[in-house]
């Protein structure tokens, strides 16, 4: 291509990084009769294959020190939505960086770890029922420490997902408080971070509307609901429906990670309580514990900056192929495995949204940076579930193909 | 980023620019009892908080003498929308420029003007309710006098609007000729264009179908409806409904802008007439007049090309930032205040859509050229609607966050 | 735009090609009332007037030897799709490039041609019936011989098209085995491609879901439809219906090409062999043939590396424009005519999907490399279909314009 067919921004003053992912998903079930009663359609729950994650954004600087992103997900065929959309401010005295719009709210590192960083197909079950597809509207700060070793965010957000519907409508605004406080304790600098230690503490304060009603107006921000860490298709397996007379909850995350070269161990535990008007207050809770291990020596990198993962990058990447001029090279990628124990407890007093333990065992087959496979096999148990009858057994097969650009 | 990573037009004899545009809104309404008959769900009008406006498209030219725009609208959420989608010819003899597409109708300053440049956060009663959305199908040809005193826009369009659905179908072609007359009579080269005067004439003459049954082909273009200029949810607080028995409605409008350094003064006053098959003929009309003023010295600039309003520079950019090579710097950024007067009658026979008068005070606060805050609040009444009992009163307040890339 | 606008890609391992096309038609149906039963609501088939194709995508290369694609298409306004989305890997030993995702199935020529470079405004009756929308989830392989003689393809595919959706949902995979093989038997490398010959064989085996219920997990993709070579809304006027019973059904496909200079014959023929459980089987068969025409002396151009045909180069592009130095510049563009003969039978046995002949006269304008316009009139005459009493008459008019950049 010519000089004249290169892009260009819509404006002098701006300029713009184009990105995107692609996620394409494999799902086999496997699990007794009294899972039925809570898939879909109550019957077995179907395998599925497709687009798990199909994304493309634009991000980029205004001058002097604004900046602004707007990403699509297609991956829902007809029904897109947006992810994170957002103006904000960066250099700023005291505050240092500010997002307002659609962005993730501070709580659960699974969460803030980007889909493409992850170590398993899916976030675990406290993680994402408690943060619900995560990004809400709203207005958070992001800082750090002069020396790295510690950053934050901490914010205001509606507690609306919103991505489907664009706006928010109610007179009821359904306020959250919420905060990361991250603390990376050590950090190898001498070999380039192959070593490690981090811990956080998160919370949030929600405002619910009590209004239960999804036909007037504000609809209450009172259900707490998640899939068997797999993608199972319309409802979810643990779901604790809109709780009764919920007035407020607080939310209190604890998180670990510690690197030893290939070797990684992570853990969290989040804890909810919800007051409730004209019904008992009620405790959920969950935790889950990871050990992943690279075979060929790599390791996970950090971002000190905000307190994630970061992208793996392979010693030699993948492929057998045929060179231009003659000969082949053959590379065997970064081969990564790991395990993952989950836990949690949505039911209490009348509200019984389940209680869930599972094992994950993962193999991720890093290709180069930009792509890998992954492979989870999923075996878990769900009780103390409405509509459920006793204890629900099921096993999970998943596979994933992953680019990012 | 290297050089490869340079992003390059799918084509050599195609160039591309790539824009969006973020605005997020919030808005909070006080009315009294009589407005809840014509508000959503027979209640009081929610608050709302979201995005108004999360666009992003590509433009360019197609070798010799082409032009391509395809624009997304994204605020929807799962209901996304095209706007600007055309395919164009540049440097015609007579013609001109010619654009075959999903384009702005030529009438209404205010819809003419980009919502990136506009004063008031929503469109005043008349320009939003005689053109609805604005853009159509159509085939619109764009001119200009080589002394740019006078330009000028005519064509043919569809009636329906397609965005949501891409295509009309219908046996009717509901077919509308407009054009708009503008001339710069004033313009004041040697300070840059701090002083000038517009006027323009603009006029449409539309048929519509007679089919008033959404079910069946065509659905009769023929209802006139709009917010209280301001983002309310679901239904419109002025609308006549489908006009029973219109054959076709002509329309004028006539606006001024006069613009002294600081100072600006703008109006404009449009005029609809029915004619209606079986029923008395209808006349429906209404006008708006604001006047706005930057307490820090900038002006609006001038477009002679299309007659419209350009971009605002603030004098100096607003915010106090760290510079990276120590020290801080501040600027105030560019603050205008404004006052507008709408007023709207959309009642005449048996046709009751409303009517209604406004007054709107703004505060604009532009931090650069690409980013702006801007702060409403509105008082209005409506009355002669039906559903709606006796006088309807209300106050809105508004603010939006913008930027452009 | 300066050195800071330049886009760039979000990643320094990936590059990056921002596409898109504009199609906008017109389309005017003339049928007699037998056509009114099998047309949308009962009643006669609107015209239409709106984007038939609104696409933006992105593509590039992922270092080392990878491959990613996301393409969108917005003419459906709220309904939104993707059209090719795939990641894949290029020069691999053996199978050379494979790729994972959304797809075109690898039949038909007519379907395996750009929308961009086909010769008619739609696709004929057997192309588009039994190979709806031609893009499936799969995983294919694309090869070429060293001479540029023999190209492949082959790949699995899941039957469902997922456009809408972005996943399959079913236990019954409903896999789909096919292969296309083709031979440029002649190419007149001296003239540049002016003359040269093309056949190629092609084929699949679907295997088909049971499951004719929709509301339970996999909906069986055994159904043929397709409309009368124009864009009617919504209802198909040839439609088997999901076909009780089908068990599996084999496709063959036969195509040629044969041009000489600005002359070019294309015909293909397919076969459809139904096995059915409890009820006889059946043979649903169809074919076309067409001529085309340069009256200005330009060629189709042929794509050896895919076996399909390429973008049309003028010898003088169009437009009468006038020239920034003064003076006016005129040339006539490239004009085309071209014949089209089409038949198909999908009425067996119980079985009345209907069977069709029609004849298309085309007029293709090609303005420059990436515009054109399109004028088909079409007659033709459909029988033997569920609902349609007796032979059904009609003659269609229709036009593109188009642009792609």
Known sequence: ???????????????????????????????????????????????????????????????????????????????????????????????????????KRPYGLDHLNSSRYNVFIERPFVIEAFNEDARRLGLQAYGISNDQAWNWRYGVFNGRNVQDEGNYVGDHLQLEIAGRMANTLWYDQTSGGRGY???????????????????????????????????????????????????????????????????QFVGE????????????????????????????????????????????????????????????AAGWGAWQVAARLSYADFSDEDVQGGEAESLTLGLNWHWNTNARMQFNYITGEIKNRTDLVGTGNYDVYGARFMVDF
């Open 1 to 103: 291509a010519g000089n004249k067919s290169i892009v260009v921004s819509g404006s002098s003053k701006s300029t713009m990084k184009v990105s995107g992912r692609v996620h394409v998903d494999a799902w086999g079930f496997d699990h007794d009769e009294n899972i039925n009663d809570i898939a879909a359609n109550d019957t077995d729950e179907n395998n599925r294959l497709g687009f798990r994650r199909l994304r493309f954004g634009v991000k980029g600087k205004i001058k002097d020190n604004m900046i602004y992103k707007i990403e699509m997900e297609l991956a829902g065929g007809n029904a897109s939505e947006f992810r994170d959309a957002f103006i904000g401010w960066t250099d700023l005295p005291f505050l240092q960086e500010v997002l307002l719009g659609n962005q």
């Open 197 to 263: 230690a981090h811990w956080a503490v998160s919370g949030s304060h929600s405002d619910v509307s009590s209004n239960q009603d999804e036909d007037e107006g504000a609809v209450a921000e009172s259900r707490f609901r998640t899939r068997p860490e797999a993608r199972t298709a319309g409802t979810r397996w643990l779901d604790t429906g809109r709780i009764a007379g919920l007035d407020y909850y607080n939310l209190l995350g604890l998180e670990t990670v510690v690197n030893l070269g290939s070797l």
């Open 269 to 328: 535990y989040q804890s909810n309580w919800g007051e409730r008007d004209g019904a008992e207050d009620i405790h959920l809770h969950g935790a889950y514990a990871y050990v992943s291990y690279f075979l060929t020596g790599e390791h996970m990198p950090w971002d000190r900056e905000s307190g994630t993962l970061g992208r793996v990058t392979p010693f030699e990447n993948f492929w057998l192929i045929d060179r231009a001029g003659g000969g082949k």
